[in-house]
C-alpha cells in the first residue's frame, strides 16, 4: 500500500512559477515510478510529466522546457517545478507511482497502481 499526497498548488499569474511536491509512504519509494497528471473541467486526466526510479524523465510536449521533474528518494517525494506558467496550465493536478521495473508506459494512466487526491492549479492571464 502507498499513500502519496500532493502540496504545493495555488493560484498564479500566467508567468509565474509553482512548485508541487508528492510526499509517499508505505512502499520502498525509491524503487518506485513517479507520474504527474492533470485534469482540467470537463477534459481526461492527461498526462504531464515521469520520473523513473532510476532517474528518466518524461515529459508531455506542452511542458517541455517549462516543467522539470524531480525526486528526493530521501525524503520519498517527487516534485515538479512549473515555469513560465499558461492559463492552459489550469487543472487539478495528480501525482500516481507504479512499482515495475521496465516502466515501458509512463505516459499511460493504467500504469500506475496509486494515486494522491490532487492539488488545484490556477493560472490567471
Known amino acids: 500500500q502507498v499513500q502519496l499526497v500532493e502540496s504545493g498548488g495555488g493560484l498564479v499569474q500566467a508567468g509565474g512559477s509553482l512548485r508541487l511536491s508528492c510526499a509517499a509512504s508505505?512502499?520502498?519509494?525509491?524503487?518506485?515510478?513517479v507520474g504527474w497528471f492533470r485534469q482540467a473541467p470537463g477534459k481526461e486526466r492527461d498526462f504531464v510529466a515521469a520520473?523513473?526510479?532510476?532517474?528518466?524523465?518524461y515529459y508531455t510536449d506542452s511542458v517541455k522546457g517549462r516543467f522539470t521533474i524531480s525526486r528526493d528518494n530521501a525524503k520519498n517525494t517527487v516534485y515538479l517545478q512549473m515555469n513560465s506558467l499558461k492559463p492552459e496550465d489550469t487543472a487539478v493536478y495528480y501525482c500516481?507511482?507504479?512499482?515495475?521495473?521496465?516502466?515501458?508506459?509512463?505516459?499511460?494512466?493504467?500504469?500506475?497502481?496509486?494515486w494522491g487526491q490532487g492539488t488545484q492549479v490556477t493560472v490567471s492571464s
Open positions: 508505505g512502499r520502498t519509494f525509491s524503487r518506485n515510478n
Open positions: 520520473i523513473s526510479w532510476s532517474g528518466s524523465t
Open positions: 500516481a507511482t507504479d512499482g515495475s521495473t521496465l516502466f515501458s508506459r509512463p505516459t499511460v494512466r493504467g500504469t500506475y497502481d496509486y
